[in-house]
């Protein structure tokens, strides 16, 4: 079936709020329904959404993959918590990573996250809790981006023929399939969400995993996750669209308190970009490189080496894997 677009010049964030929420207490009715939290703007929008819509009937997880950021499961936890949403922190790292283990190729990385996600965790979940219903935020561009064969998105599956009721034994409802980022912003604004959330940058489904070239190991992403805070610190008052850090599979000859030191490379990269089909690289002073290169050589352990991405995409993308 095409979904139709809703532009922003058409969007009424409140009358949007109350025809899904409309919608999503029809389709569900008496029963039960899950989500998954990962605080990005979307979940937090679907989230709110469906809260309003089914109350005590939706049962909200985050889901700790192991491939979060620092201290963000709970973080995001006890914003929600604040704002009268109770969540319950489900710890899946080992299943993340033994599904993950041996990976480097990109697509077979994210095959694997999402077959964890959908059918190992939430295939449980769904059992034990006996809902029949999963709300996500999938989101205009995913569905774009995955048909259009750049990469698969983590949260698409009907799209890609994936009957999720048959396969993992749920039905999938996606109040936020017709918006774009831009979009759901407002509605999430409108939702009464926090503005750290409803301006929060993307981030992606596989989190870090799609951070790490090659294979995702616990200490490889605990490498990029100190980049990303040190990342995240440096440019949060740039105003660009997104940014982040990447680890690379080779690893270069360094040196250090004059002995050589084979350590890992770290590239940053920073994002302007309207809707992320289309960006390019932030012209970052000088000063502001320096200080990234000079924070992350010395408080990462085994880095030696900091790149900038100058690169538009296309042909890039904006994250790595
Ligand atoms: P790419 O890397 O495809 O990212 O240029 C486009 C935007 O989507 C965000 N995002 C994802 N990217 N896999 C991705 O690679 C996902 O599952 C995903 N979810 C969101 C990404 O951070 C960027 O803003």
Redesign the pocket.
């Known amino acids: 079936m095409k979904i139709e677009e809703i532009r922003m010049e058409d969007l009424h964030p409140g009358k949007f709020i109350e025809q899904k929420v409309h919608e999503t207490s029809s389709a569900v009715g008496s029963g039960l329904a899950i989500n998954a939290l990962s605080g990005g703007v979307d979940s937090s929008a679907v989230t709110m959404l469906g809260h309003r819509a089914l109350g005590k009937r939706l049962k909200t997880y985050f889901i700790e993959n192991g491939l979060m950021r620092h201290d963000e499961p709970q973080e995001i936890v006890s914003l929600f918590e604040g704002l009268g949403v109770p969540v319950e922190i489900v710890d899946a790292q080992k299943q993340f990573f033994d599904a993950l283990k041996g990976l480097t190729d990109p697509e077979e990385k994210r095959e694997a996250i999402t077959q964890t996600f959908y059918r190992d965790v939430f295939g449980k979940l769904v059992r034990e809790s006996g809902a029949r219903y999963l709300l996500q935020g999938t989101n205009y561009t995913?569905v774009e981006?995955t048909v259009a064969g750049?990469?698969r998105?983590?949260n698409i599956l009907g799209q890609l023929g994936i009957d999720t009721k048959e396969e993992y034994g749920y039905t999938v409802i996606e109040p936020l399939i017709q918006l774009r980022k831009t979009a759901i912003r407002e509605v999430a604004k409108t939702l009464g969400l926090p503005e750290e959330i409803y301006t929060r940058p993307?981030?992606?489904?596989?989190a870090l995993a799609?951070r790490v070239i090659g294979e995702v190991t616990p200490e490889r992403v605990e490498i990029v996750r100190n980049a990303t805070k040190i990342v995240e610190e440096e440019l949060c008052d740039t105003g660009t669209f997104?940014y982040l850090a990447i680890l690379h599979e080779d690893r270069v000859t360094g040196v250090r308190k004059g002995r050589r030191d084979y350590g890992f490379q770290i590239e940053v990269r920073c994002w302007d970009s309207k809707d992320?089909i289309t960006g390019s690289p932030t012209r970052l002073p000088y000063d502001v490189l320096d200080k990234l290169a000079e924070r992350i050589t010395t408080k990462v352990p085994g880095v030696v080496s900091v790149t900038y991405n100058i690169t538009r995409?296309p042909p890039s993308?904006?994250?790595a894997v």
Not at 202 to 206: A, D, N, V
Request: charged share 30%.
């Open positions: 995913d981006e750049i990469k998105q983590h993307p981030f992606p489904g596989p799609a997104q992320a995409k993308t904006i994250e």
